[in-house]
């Protein structure tokens, strides 16, 4: 994690969590190349996550535009949901909904937010995020897509499918593996989206529900 002090999320508990994650993070030497399938329970001990830039970013959107609900997936070790919960904590209360297949990544994804002291503010739903995000309980502010690469259709085109009736107009979308029916999916004026890349963490498509 960069060491300038000029960054959103100002609370020195959560930072300290945050730049723990940041330094532990380690990949697969063995990771097979985009597009082939990759089983999530063989990177169970590999918390792969948003780069601190991106969650920067999460912060200052979810403050921006008021947020007290946002869905994420996939959670992972909670990484973005320790960004997603400060925003919604700070706007006043709020509920981060995430998603994880893999038990031992939602056991240590819950001991993180609540090392933070983010606890009260997340839910974190074990599963298949096809199944457990189908129903978010009313409308959401902000979604960050996040999951794992694959054959099309990609887990995020599916997960964007489910997710975006339930995004309110004006609300976000962060998606952070650029995959290709996902952008068509965004990028389609038909579903009611504007969106554009960013150049953060190799590239960061941010897309706003317009209609």
């Known amino acids: 994690m960069s060491t300038d002090t000029h960054r959103p999320l100002r609370d020195s508990t959560i930072n300290a969590v945050i730049s723990r994650l940041a330094g532990a993070q380690q990949y ?85 937010l609540a090392e933070a002291g983010l606890a009260d503010y997340a839910e974190i739903r074990e599963g298949d995020a096809r199944a457990t995000l189908r129903d978010l309980g009313g409308q959401v502010d902000f979604a960050l897509i996040d999951g794992w690469l694959g054959a099309e259709p990609s887990l995020a085109r599916e997960v964007i499918e489910i997710i975006a009736p339930q995004l309110r107009v004006g609300g976000y979308v962060m998606n952070d593996n650029a995959e290709p029916d996902f952008l068509a999916y965004v990028r389609d004026p038909a579903n009611g989206f504007v969106s554009v890349t960013l150049p953060l963490h190799g590239g960061t498509e941010l897309c706003v529900k317009v209609a």
């Open 28 to 112: 697969r030497p063995d990771d097979p190349q985009d597009g082939q399938l990759r089983d999530p329970h063989d990177y169970s001990r590999y918390g792969y996550s948003i780069a601190p830039e991106q969650g920067d970013l999460i912060y200052l959107l979810c403050r921006g535009i008021r947020a007290t609900r946002t869905v994420e997936f996939a959670t992972s070790v909670g990484m973005s949901t320790l960004y997603a919960a400060a925003a919604v904590r700070d706007n006043g209360g709020g509920k981060v909904i995430g998603s994880e297949i893999v038990p031992t990544k939602v056991t240590v994804a819950r001991a993180n």
